[in-house]
C-alpha cells in the first residue's frame, strides 16, 4: 500500500499515520518528523528547515523533494509507505509522481482527515502548551493554516480527479477515527 495522508495542521494526521502504517506494516514517513529531528540534531538541512518552519512557511520544494526522494529509496519502503505531510504543493505532487512511475509505482489512495477549523486551532493551542514545539505560537498557527488552504487545499481536488480521495472524519475520539479509517480502506488490522 502506497498511501499518503493529508488535513490541516492539527487534524491529527500525524497519531493516525502512526496507527495506520503500523497495521499496514509499512513506514511512517512524516515530512514534518525527518525536519524536526534535522533541527534537533543540528544538521545543515535543519538550520535551513527551521528558518521557515519557525515562521510557519513551508521548506523550498527543491529541499523537500530531494529529502523524500532519499527516503523512498530506503528498503523499508519496499511494501510501500504511508506519506504524512508530503505532498503539499503542486510541484510536490508532481516529483512524488515521478519518484513513483519511475519505479513503475504509484499511490493506491489519499486520505483527508476533515476537521472542523475552531477545532484545529484549539488542538494546535493545546499541543503548543503540551509539547513546546517552536512553530506552534498563535501567530505562526495563523500562518501555518493560510499556507495550507492557500497552498496545500487545492491539492485535494486534484486526488479527487484522479479517483484516489478518500475522506475520513477526523473529529472525535483517536481510535474512532482509526476505526473509520480502517473500514475505509478496508484493513485488516
Ligand atoms: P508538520 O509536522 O507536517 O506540520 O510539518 C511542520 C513544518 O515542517 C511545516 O510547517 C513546514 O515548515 C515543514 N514541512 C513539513 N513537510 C513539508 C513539505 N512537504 N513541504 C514543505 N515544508 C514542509
Do not use: W
Request: hydrophobic share 40%; aromatic share 4%.
Amino acid at each position: 500500500m502506497r498511501l499518503v495522508i493529508m488535513g490541516p495542521p492539527g487534524a491529527g494526521k500525524g497519531t493516525q499515520a502512526a496507527v495506520i502504517a503500523s497495521m499496514l506494516g509499512v513506514p511512517h514517513i512524516s515530512t514534518g518528523d525527518i525536519f524536526r529531528a534535522n533541527v534537533s540534531q543540528g544538521t545543515p538541512l535543519g538550520v535551513e528547515a527551521r528558518k521557515y518552519m519557525d515562521a510557519g512557511e513551508y521548506v523550498p520544494d527543491g529541499v523537500t523533494n530531494a529529502m523524500v526522494r532519499d527516503r523512498l529509496t530506503h528498503d523499508d519502503c519496499r511494501p510501500g509507505f504511508l506519506l504524512d505531510g508530503y505532498p503539499r504543493t503542486v510541484e510536490q505532487v508532481g516529483e512524488l509522481n515521478a519518484m513513483l512511475s519511475s519505479a513503475a509505482q504509484h499511490l493506491d489512495g489519499v486520505l483527508e482527515l476533515t476537521v472542523d477549523l475552531d477545532e484545529v486551532v484549539a488542538r494546535l493551542v493545546r499541543r503548543a502548551s503540551e509539547q513546546g514545539r517552536s512553530d506552534d505560537t498563535e501567530d505562526v498557527i495563523r500562518r501555518r493554516l493560510e499556507v495550507y488552504f492557500e497552498q496545500t487545499a487545492p491539492l485535494i481536488e486534484m486526488y479527487r480527479s484522479q479517483g484516489l480521495l478518500v475522506q475520513v472524519d477526523g473529529l472525535g475520539e483517536i481510535a474512532d477515527v482509526t476505526g473509520r479509517i480502517v473500514s475505509a480502506f478496508a484493513i485488516e488490522d
